[in-house]
């Protein structure tokens, strides 16, 4: 792994704007800070330029040309970093941070972990990394896998397990076998323990235009101390949501087939 740089999200949303990216620049800085006065914004934004004079990544004599006051390494990796046309992203609400994988070129693709939405870490990796990266970043471990549990979900159903006072009428509802529905009690045990909230993996391929980016697939999994719960959407036309206990081989597994697919993708 190559680091390459860490900043605050104030640091990178100036460093994005002036690189050209106006927009991609206020969606960075008001998904973290919020919106503010246009005053409010000239000052938070000449108190980080200072921060990058510090880091030697911001020329004031540039500035004080009319000319961009980014270095040539920082613009570089800006134009690429927003440029990107495939980004894997990898939500953790428990632990407030996020991992996003940038196809950066040939087989390099750029690491942004973001922490909290405060802090942000830039590294190269390698296209064959992909998958140890994701792997250690949940760092999911279980004491001992339980066996095989699974049962199936209508879209609605599936929708509804974020609201716990829905749970028991999705149960009753859902026309489970009675092994079914043991899975079922186990996995909202453990969806009860990280919130109502499921943890996934999605793959966007990036448009032309910065603005816009699409959703090819997700993958919605949460982790158990038994093992880890993985969703599948089948074609099965009544119940197409199909949740199973998975082991820690079928684990990376997935995480390789991902690794596998999107490099096939740039």
């Given at each position: ?20 990216f106006p927009s991609v ?43 961009l006051p980014l270095t ?195």
């Amino acid at each position: 792994m190559n680091h390459l740089l860490t900043c605050t999200t104030e640091e990178l949303a100036l460093m994005v704007s002036v690189a050209g990216f106006p927009s991609v620049a206020n969606g960075i800085a008001e998904t973290a800070i919020g919106s503010r006065t246009e005053n409010e914004w000239v000052a938070i934004m000449e108190a980080t330029s200072h921060q990058l004079i510090m880091k030697r990544m911001w020329d004031p004599a540039l500035e004080e040309k009319g000319e961009l006051p980014l270095t040539h390494e920082t613009l570089k990796f800006i134009e690429k970093y927003v440029n990107s046309g495939r980004m894997i992203r990898c939500s953790n609400a428990p632990q407030q941070s996020v991992l996003m994988l940038h196809h950066y070129e040939d087989d390099e693709w750029l690491m942004h972990l973001i922490d909290r939405d405060i802090i942000h870490e830039f590294a190269l990796i390698s296209s064959s990394q992909i998958h140890e990266i994701i792997r250690d970043y949940y760092g999911i471990e279980f004491p001992q896998f339980a066996g095989e549990h699974h049962f199936a979900l209508t879209d609605e159903a599936f929708d509804l397990l974020s609201k716990p006072n829905e749970v028991e009428s999705v149960r009753n509802t859902s026309g489970l076998t009675e092994n079914e529905d043991v899975a079922f009690s186990m996995f909202v045990e453990d969806l009860q323990t990280f919130n109502w909230t499921l943890f996934n993996i999605s793959n966007f391929s990036m448009s032309l235009n910065e603005d816009e980016m699409y959703l090819e697939n997700i993958l919605f999994f949460l982790p158990s101390s038994r093992g880890i719960w993985i969703s599948e959407y089948t074609e099965d036309e009544q119940k197409p949501i199909h949740i199973h206990l998975a082991d820690q081989q079928e684990w990376q597994e997935i995480l390789s087939g991902i690794g596998s697919m999107v490099t096939l993708q740039v």
